[in-house]
C-alpha cells in the first residue's frame, strides 16, 4: 500500500485499439492496487472508463473524466474536479503522447501541421496540466509528478516531433523540480525503451501494413535485456516508485525504463 490515502491524476488513462495494456492502463491499476484513489483521464471518455471499471473491479476507488490536453479548459477543469472530490492531489502522472499518429516524419517530409498537432498533445498539454495542478500541491506543501517522455529524446530517433517534444519534456520537468523543490514538490520523468504496447505496436502494424507479429519481433530484437521489450508494467512499477514516498529524495530524474538501449547507446 505504498500510496495509501494518496490522490491521484492520471492523464491519459485510456488506451489505442490493439493487443494488451497500455502504460496509462497499467498506471491505473497498478496506482489503485497500492491504495491511492485515481482520477482516469483521457479524451476518448469510453476508454476511460474501460481503465476505471478494471480499477474497481481490483477494488480501486477510481473515476473516469474526459478530458482534451489540447484544451487548458479542460485540464483546469479535470484538477478542479479531483479537488472537489478528494480536497487535495498529492500525484500527477501525465501520460499522453504520440507520433506517426499524429503525422510524425523525418525531416524532409515534415509538416507544420504534424508540428502543431504532436507538439500540442505531447508538450502543451504537460505543461497545461502541471500549470493547474501546482498552485494546490504547493499549498498543501507536497506532491509528486511523473511525466513520460521517451528514449527517442537521446537516441537515433527519425521523426522530428516526437524526439523535439519528448527532449523538451525532460527540460521542463527538471525546470518545474527545482522551481517547486522549496514546496516539497517533486517532478521526475520516465523514459521508455521499446515497449509492446497497442500505441507503440500496433499503430505501427497499421501503418506500416505488417503484422503486429512482425513489427513486435522486429523490436524484440533491438531490445538488449533478454531481446525481448518491455511492458506497460515495467513503466507503471517505474510511476509507483516515483509518485510513492520511497523516491522522497528523488526530483529532477530522467529515468530510463528501456531494458538497456541508452547503456547500448553510449
Request: charged letters at 20%; a neutral charge; proline letters at 3%.
Amino acid at each position: 500500500m505504498r500510496l495509501k490515502d494518496k490522490i491521484a491524476i492520471v492523464v491519459g488513462a485510456g488506451q489505442s485499439a490493439g493487443e494488451g495494456m497500455g502504460n496509462g492502463r497499467a498506471t491505473v491499476l497498478r496506482f489503485v492496487q497500492e491504495g491511492a484513489k485515481v482520477l482516469a483521464a483521457d479524451n476518448r471518455l469510453a476508454s476511460a472508463e474501460e481503465t476505471a471499471a478494471l480499477a474497481r473491479q481490483a477494488g480501486g476507488d477510481c473515476v473516469a473524466f474526459e478530458a482534451d490536453v489540447a484544451r487548458e479548459a479542460a485540464l483546469a477543469e479535470m484538477v478542479a474536479d479531483a479537488l472537489r472530490r478528494w480536497g487535495r492531489i498529492d500525484i500527477l502522472h501525465y501520460n499522453v503522447g504520440f507520433s506517426i499518429a499524429g503525422g510524425d516524419a523525418v525531416l524532409d517530409d515534415f509538416t507544420e501541421a504534424a508540428f502543431d498537432r504532436i507538439a500540442t498533445v505531447n508538450l502543451r498539454g504537460a505543461i497545461m496540466a502541471c500549470k493547474h495542478v501546482l498552485p494546490p500541491m504547493r499549498a498543501q506543501r507536497s506532491g509528486a509528478i511523473v511525466m513520460i517522455s521517451s528514449i527517442s529524446a537521446w537516441e537515433n530517433y527519425p521523426y522530428v516531433g516526437y524526439k523535439a517534444t519528448k527532449a523538451a519534456m525532460i527540460a521542463f520537468t527538471q525546470q518545474v523540480a527545482i522551481q517547486n523543490a522549496q514546496y516539497g514538490v517533486r517532478a521526475n520523468v520516465i523514459l521508455p525503451g521499446l515497449m509492446d504496447t497497442p500505441m507503440a505496436v500496433d499503430t505501427r502494424a497499421r501503418v506500416s501494413g505488417k503484422s503486429r507479429a512482425e513489427v513486435a519481433a522486429a523490436r524484440d530484437a533491438r531490445v538488449p535485456l533478454r531481446r525481448k521489450m518491455g511492458t506497460a508494467w515495467d513503466v507503471a512499477n517505474a510511476a509507483l516508485f516515483l509518485a510513492s514516498d520511497e523516491a522522497n529524495f528523488v526530483t529532477g530524474v530522467a529515468l530510463p525504463v528501456d531494458g538497456g538501449a541508452l547503456v547500448n547507446i553510449n
